[in-house]
């Protein structure tokens, strides 16, 4: 015995695999891509964070040269200091800064900046420590022609006293 109607069946149950298929299908892609796409996020944020951690690292070797400089720079103009080496000291510093930074990249611009203002500073300073020592030149001249006039007017009110 055969059924009246198997060419509806046989419709219905094709479609019927076509359309499981198509969901099946379609809930799989939804699911392979919700675990497919946070992997390749996730190894481009580990890219981005290894980049991060070697920018933050040679930027805090390079604050710890220049905290390192600034202390020679505060050293310089202590009474007694031996200038002229903390001057080739320094220089020597800051010229191991400027060969140790990198040519391309856009953030050397501040740190070449900063080396720029490290060698104004100590020029500066070096001029400022000359003009202290003409200053204290200075100073002694005046205090032996203020001596020399107090023993000028001395011997003129002497002088005037006798007559």
Known sequence: MKPLNTKERDSSFWIFVLFFTLSVTLITAVVSFNFIIPKKQYAELK???KE??????????FMSQIDAINLKLK?????GA???FL??????KN?????SL?????TNGVYNKIIENNNIMLSLKAELNGA???LSEANGVLRECEEDNRKIEKELKEKREKK
């Open 132 to 134: 202290n020592k003409q």
């Open 47 to 49: 890219v981005q964070l």
């Open 52 to 61: 991060y951690d070697a920018f933050k690292a040679k930027q805090s070797g």
């Open 82 to 84: 031996a200038q002229t």
């Open 87 to 92: 001057l080739k000291d320094i220089s020597n």
């Open 102 to 106: 990198q040519k391309d990249k856009v």
């Open 75 to 79: 050293e310089y103009n202590t009474p």
């Open 95 to 99: 010229i191991e800064l400027e060969t």
